[in-house]
């Protein structure tokens, strides 16, 4: 009797168990005879829907066989869309099957000098210097003429 009742407990819970599929369980199913998707971590099983799709039953079975999140997320698709995946859901993914994506990591870049002294000396000696020629020059000519 007291089995009875853990056992009765236990399927209560387990009525609302999920089926777990793999990436590699959900690739065999990759044509128009049978085709599955991953979409947000769900196994979604379209076969019936392929003829019906709005978008064409040739970008369904391209979209098998890898995470299609992307691929549906691009389209836009409208909330009604949303409503009517719920009928094809056959499971969830076993996520860890799914290659994870490889960020790009832009090259290293060369470490700039923070310092700006060095910038401010450059500033400061492009508006000395031809103060210091143009004031050489008029000594000269003074120079110069008050010689002559
Ligand atoms: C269970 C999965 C899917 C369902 C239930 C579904 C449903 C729909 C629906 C209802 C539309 C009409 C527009 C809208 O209401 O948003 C649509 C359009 C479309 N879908 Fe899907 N879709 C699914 C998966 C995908 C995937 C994986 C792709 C891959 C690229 C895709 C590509 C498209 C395209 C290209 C259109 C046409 C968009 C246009 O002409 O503006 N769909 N889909």
Request: aromatic fraction near 10%.
């Amino acid at each position: 009797m007291i089995l009875s009742i853990f056992v009765t407990t236990d399927q209560s819970t387990m009525g609302e168990e999920r089926k777990v599929f793999t990436l590699a369980d959900v690739s065999k199913h990759n044509s128009a005879k049978d085709c599955w998707l991953v979409i947000h971590n769900k196994v979604y099983d379209v076969t019936k829907f392929l003829e019906d799709h709005p978008g064409g039953d040739e970008v369904l079975i391209s979209s098998t066989g890898k995470d299609a999140s992307n691929d549906f997320d691009d389209i836009g698709h409208s909330t009604s869309a949303y409503t009517m995946m719920e009928e094809y859901y056959v499971g969830d993914i076993d996520s860890s099957t799914i290659p994870s994506k490889v960020d790009y990591t832009p090259p290293k870049q060369p470490h700039y000098n923070q310092d700006k002294t060095s910038e401010f000396v450059i500033k400061i000696l492009q508006f000395l210097v031809p103060l210091f020629i143009l004031g050489v020059a008029v000594g000269i000519r003074f120079y110069t003429k008050s010689t002559q």
